[in-house]
C-alpha cells in the first residue's frame, strides 16, 4: 500500500487553481478582444455608413445642379420663376430619403420676413464681367472708372487688374505687369489675357482673400454669426464681378436681330419692314444714306410727303450706295432728321423727314420693337452686359454715367423680382429706362453697351440632405442657357464651408 507525503494533496490541489485562475485570465482577455474588435467593426459600419451617406447627399446635391439645368432648358419657363419659388427648389425628393434644395440669398436690404434667404437661382448678368469690359472699351479707361466705384477698391488695384487682364505688358500709372510679379515669391508672369475665374484675382498684386470674398467666410451671401470684422459684414468684390455672364446677339423669340448696319440696303430695307413700322424702316435707310445736317441758305424746306419718302427710298435702294453711313446707336434714331433734295414740278425741292421715334405717343410703342428687333453689331454674341432688372445697387452705381438718382430710380420702377412682372413686354428691352424711368437719349446712347435686360447664365447653390437628419452635401455651379442647350461652365464642391442656409429638413 502506496502512502502519500503529507502536504502533496495540497500542492497538487494548489496547482490545479492556478490553472483555473489562468484560464479565466484567458477567457476574460479573449473576451475583452472579441468586445473590441466588436466594438471595432462596429464602428467600421457606423463610418462606412456614414461616408456612403456622405456620398448620397453629393449625389442629391448634384441631382439639384442637373435638374436646375433640365428647368432652365425648357423654353415655356418663365426666368422669373427660378428667383424665389418655394414649391419647386425646396425639399426635392430623389429617393432613399435624399433631398435638394436650391438656396441663394437676397441681395442686400431685401428679405423677407421669415427667412433671410430664398429658394431660387442666382443671374450671373447682375454682375460686371470684367472681360467684357476690356471687350467694350481696349483703352481700359471705362473698366477702370467701374472698378473705382466698388467698395475698398484703390487706384493700385484697380490698374492692377486691368493690367492682369489687357493683352499688352505696359503697366499703368499705378498698375503691374509681369516686372512685378517675377520677383515674388512664387515668381510668375502676368496673364495678359483674360480671367479663367473670378477667384484668379487673387493672383493680382494687392488682391486678397479679405478684399475678394469679405466677411463671407462660407460665401452663402447671408451675414452669419462671427463674419463681422467690427465693420459690418462684407460680401466682397466676388458678389458684384463675373466672368460667365453671356448674352446672345438675339430677339425675344431668340431669333437673330436685324444689323441696322448691313450695306445691302435693298435687302435691309426688306428686313425691316418686316419687323419694323414702315415708316420707321424708311426712316434708318434714309438716315444711312441722306444728310442729317439742315441746309445752310434761303431755299425752304418742307416736310417730306409719304410718296416723296416712299420715292426717295426706292431710288436709294435700286441705285444703291457704296458707303452708307454706319448707326453707331440705336438711339441716335431718336432725334434724328434727314434732308435730301429731289425736282418736283420742274423745281428744286429741299425736303425734311424727321425720325418717327420724335414723336412721343409713337416712341411708347415703337421704341421697345427697335431695340428688340434690331442691332448695330453684326456678331452673334455681344459682350456680356449687366441686367439692369437684376442688378443690386452696388452693380448699378458702377455703370458709366449713373448718378444715385438714377440708380433710385431704376430700383423704384424696376418690377419686384419673382413677382411675375419681369415678363411683361414693357421690360424686354432697356427702353423703359426712358420711357418711364426720364432718362435722356445722351444718356441711354452711353450705357447702351454696358446694360441688358436679357440673362441666360445662373449661379446655382445645391444643398444635398436626408429629411431624417445625417450628412449633408453643397455644391455650387453655374450654368449656360445656350438657346435651350444648358450647359454647365463651372462646379465646386463647398460642402467644407458646411450647409450654409439654416432651413428646415
Given at each position: ?248 446677339n438675339v430677339d425675344a423669340e431668340g431669333e437673330p436681330r436685324t444689323n441696322l448696319n448691313d450695306s445691302d440696303l435693298a435687302g435691309l430695307s426688306d428686313k425691316l419692314r418686316q419687323v419694323l413700322d414702315q415708316d420707321l424702316a424708311d426712316f434708318i435707310i434714309l438716315y444711312r444714306t441722306q444728310s442729317t445736317s439742315a441746309p445752310t441758305g434761303n431755299r425752304p424746306v418742307v416736310d417730306a410727303p409719304a410718296d416723296a419718302v416712299t420715292s426717295k427710298v426706292n431710288e436709294v435702294i435700286s ?187
Amino acid at each position: 500500500m502506496r502512502v502519500s507525503r503529507p502536504g502533496t494533496t495540497l500542492r497538487s490541489e494548489s496547482r490545479r487553481g492556478m490553472v483555473l485562475y489562468a484560464v479565466l485570465i484567458v477567457v476574460v482577455l479573449l473576451s475583452l478582444a472579441a468586445y473590441q474588435y466588436s466594438e471595432l467593426m462596429s464602428q467600421e459600419q457606423t463610418a462606412a455608413a456614414s461616408a456612403l451617406r456622405q456620398v448620397q447627399a453629393k449625389a442629391c446635391a448634384d441631382s439639384g445642379i442637373h435638374a436646375v439645368a433640365a428647368l432652365l432648358a425648357d423654353p415655356e419657363r418663365n426666368p422669373d420663376d427660378f428667383y424665389d419659388n418655394e414649391s419647386l427648389f425646396h425639399q426635392v425628393s430623389v429617393g432613399g430619403g435624399g433631398q435638394y434644395s436650391i438656396v441663394a440669398a437676397f441681395p442686400r436690404g431685401e428679405t423677407l420676413s421669415t427667412r433671410d434667404y430664398r429658394f431660387g437661382l442666382i443671374d450671373e448678368s447682375s454682375k460686371i464681367n470684367l472681360n467684357a469690359l476690356l471687350r467694350l472699351d481696349t483703352s481700359g479707361r471705362v473698366a477702370f472708372e467701374m472698378l473705382m466705384k466698388l467698395p475698398n477698391m484703390t487706384e493700385e488695384v484697380a490698374d492692377a487688374i486691368i493690367d492682369w487682364i489687357d493683352p499688352d505688358d505696359n503697366p499703368r500709372p499705378y498698375g503691374a505687369e509681369s516686372q512685378s510679379y517675377l520677383g515674388g515669391t512664387p515668381s510668375y508672369r502676368c496673364k495678359n489675357g483674360p480671367l479663367d475665374s473670378v477667384e484668379e484675382l487673387l493672383l493680382v498684386r494687392g488682391v486678397t482673400p479679405e478684399l475678394l470674398f469679405g466677411t463671407d467666410r462660407n460665401r452663402n451671401g447671408i451675414e452669419d454669426p462671427g463674419e463681422s470684422d467690427g465693420e459690418g459684414w462684407d460680401p466682397g468684390w466676388a458678389a458684384y464681378l463675373t466672368i460667365y455672364s453671356r448674352e446672345m446677339n438675339v430677339d425675344a423669340e431668340g431669333e437673330p436681330r436685324t444689323n441696322l448696319n448691313d450695306s445691302d440696303l435693298a435687302g435691309l430695307s426688306d428686313k425691316l419692314r418686316q419687323v419694323l413700322d414702315q415708316d420707321l424702316a424708311d426712316f434708318i435707310i434714309l438716315y444711312r444714306t441722306q444728310s442729317t445736317s439742315a441746309p445752310t441758305g434761303n431755299r425752304p424746306v418742307v416736310d417730306a410727303p409719304a410718296d416723296a419718302v416712299t420715292s426717295k427710298v426706292n431710288e436709294v435702294i435700286s441705285g444703291g450706295q457704296s458707303r452708307p453711313r454706319s448707326v453707331s446707336s440705336r438711339f441716335e434714331l431718336l432725334e434724328g432728321e434727314v434732308y435730301w433734295t429731289a425736282e418736283v414740278n420742274g423745281r428744286q425741292q429741299t425736303f425734311r423727314l424727321r425720325s418717327p421715334l420724335s414723336d412721343r405717343a409713337r416712341r411708347d410703342s415703337l421704341l421697345p420693337i427697335l431695340l428688340d428687333k434690331t442691332t448695330t453689331q453684326r456678331d452673334t454674341e455681344l459682350p456680356a452686359r449687366v441686367n439692369v432688372l437684376t442688378a443690386p445697387e452696388e452693380v448699378l452705381a458702377c455703370l458709366p454715367g449713373m448718378t444715385d438718382a438714377d440708380v433710385r430710380s431704376i430700383v423704384e420702377l424696376r418690377p419686384v423680382l419673382g413677382s411675375g412682372e419681369a415678363s411683361n413686354s414693357r421690360f424686354q428691352t432697356t427702353a423703359w429706362l426712358l420711357l418711364d424711368a426720364n432718362f435722356t437719349v445722351d444718356k441711354m446712347r452711353t450705357l447702351e453697351r454696358y446694360i441688358t435686360t436679357r440673362s441666360q447664365v445662373y449661379r446655382v447653390q445645391s444643398v444635398g440632405y436626408f429629411g431624417n437628419g445625417g450628412p449633408m452635401a453643397r455644391v455650387e455651379a453655374v450654368i449656360d442657357v445656350n438657346n435651350g442647350r444648358p450647359r454647365i461652365v463651372m462646379w465646386r464642391d463647398l460642402t467644407e464651408l458646411g450647409r450654409g442656409y439654416n432651413f428646415q429638413q
